[in-house]
């Protein structure tokens, strides 16, 4: 028990949701949070879903002032142990804040009168202490936002990919001809000859090799990068749409399937190491939902057709991102995605720094000699995740700033719906994609995975 009596830094205190107790709670075990210590286990029930969770760090008191009165406010750190009937594997965390904005609420929390053991209160109880129809506890973790967060991921990507069609290897002066007014719909995308391949509201090869290790992973529901490799091939070998160079250079060579790697970092050599395409970039999204080894089966998966250290670390910054935002909501910092891009080439850390700027020109994205390149990709994803209001405004902004604009919205969509979930999407756009179903089915079966 830490009975320190520092004061908490409560404006970094910007994790919590607001639960109705109505609906959030219909019991809750809960005991005085200041009997609370390391080892304790709570089950809490909040939208129905039971949580069993271990304390693991010392409470955290401090002071909160309100009205001219001070109160008690607390934060702790609890690992998850079950979630309803489900293990997770140890390293997942949840933090419980008492929200900082609700002073009053967090006072009557922390005063809940139990002693010692946890008990279990009713509702009714649980109300009658609380002396009010509402309560805010502030959780960073929650399942329904955890569910929001995974579809809006997957079909932020399929999004990006088949509006940024629209404006594929475009410059600014082919989009004031083809978009007079602004490119907003799938139903907008100009008819020409490489646009019209595709029906409308389908996504491209990005979304495709995406699918290819979402499949991979779900039938043998794990993590083998043989069974992903042979998706790629079965993939090239049938109507490959949009394919890359690089991607359909290593794909085509016999043995791919026994030796991907081998081969990737071949092709990488005879390109005297210079090729760093984003064909490894614009399909790791889906790694970034997996629950454990994200970096590792980022960095992997993505030298199974582009072996350089740029396309590496692109993969692991995206991944890890979009991994913090879904299953902890916590936003990795300036600095943190800087030390993941230092692991694997000194070159990743010019582009961050570039999509820090609120300007989306600065990133140069129609420049014709780094079209494709991982690292521009990677700066347009980031930019949108520093920049973008909503997910809209960072779709539309990616989408006209025309150059590889399928692949740099892809995964700046990717990234912006495991910020903001899935219900922050507009249905014109999720309604639009034509193979919704396909990609439905594979939401349900990732959601199923990681429980
Ligand atoms: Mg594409």
Redesign the pocket.
């Known amino acids: 028990m830490n009975d320190d009596k520092n004061t908490l830094d409560l404006n970094s205190l910007t994790n919590y949701e607001t639960y109705e107790i109505k609906e959030a709670v219909s019991t809750i075990n809960f005991c005085d949070v200041a009997a609370l210590s390391k080892g304790d286990i709570i089950y809490e029930c909040f939208k129905r879903r039971s949580v069993k969770t271990r304390i693991i760090s010392d409470l955290q008191k401090g002071e909160v002032e309100y009205d001219g009165k001070k109160y008690d406010a607390w934060e702790w750190k609890a690992e998850i142990l079950e979630v309803n009937d489900y293990k997770w594997d140890n390293g997942t965390y949840h933090k419980i804040r008492v929200d900082p904005h609700k002073k009053e609420q967090a006072y009557r929390v922390s005063n809940v009168p139990c002693q010692g053991q946890p008990k279990l209160y009713s509702e009714d109880i649980y109300k009658y202490l609380i002396g009010k129809e509402q309560i805010d506890l502030s959780y960073g973790y929650k399942m329904e936002s955890i569910i929001d967060r995974i579809k809006g991921t997957i079909y932020g990507q399929a999004i990006g990919?088949a509006l940024?069609?629209g404006t594929?290897g475009m410059t600014d002066e082919d989009m004031a001809w083809k978009y007079p007014n602004g490119i907003r719909h799938y139903s907008d995308i100009f008819q020409d000859r490489h646009r019209k391949r595709w029906k409308i509201g389908d996504?491209?090869?990005?979304t495709d090799m995406m699918l290819c290790i979402a499949n991979a992973v779900i039938k043998d529901k794990g993590v083998n990068l043989t069974s992903i490799a042979q998706n790629f091939k079965d993939w090239a070998n049938g109507e490959p749409m949009?394919i890359?160079e690089n991607t359909y250079k290593v794909l085509m060579i016999g043995d791919y399937v026994e030796h991907p790697i081998d081969i990737s970092k071949k092709v990488w050599e005879m390109s005297h190491q210079q090729s760093a395409a984003n064909g490894g970039v614009?399909r790791t999204s889906i790694v970034g939902l997996f629950p454990k080894a994200v970096e590792e089966c980022a960095a992997n998966i993505c030298r199974l057709t582009h072996y350089d250290p740029r396309c590496a670390g692109s993969c692991a910054i995206v991944s890890l991102l979009i991994h913090s935002l879904v299953y902890s909501n916590e936003k990795l910092s300036y600095h943190q995605i800087v030390d993941i891009g230092e692991r694997y080439d000194s070159r990743i850390r010019e582009y961050i720094d570039l999509s820090l700027n609120s300007d989306i020109r600065a990133l140069e994205l129609q420049d014709w000699d780094s079209v494709g390149y991982t690292l521009k990709t990677l700066s347009a994803g980031l930019w949108a995740y520093w920049n973008a209001k909503s997910f809209e405004d960072g779709l539309l902004s990616v989408v006209r700033a025309g150059g590889?604009a399928?692949?740099n919205a892809?995964v700046a969509c990717a990234i912006l719906g495991a910020k903001y979930g899935f219900s922050s999407i507009p249905h014109e756009y999720t309604d639009g994609l034509l193979y919704k179903e396909q990609l439905e089915q594979v939401v349900n079966r990732m959601i199923e995975l990681t429980k």
């Open positions: 990919d940024g069609l594929e996504w491209t090869d990005d949009g890359g614009m590889d399928d692949t892809a």
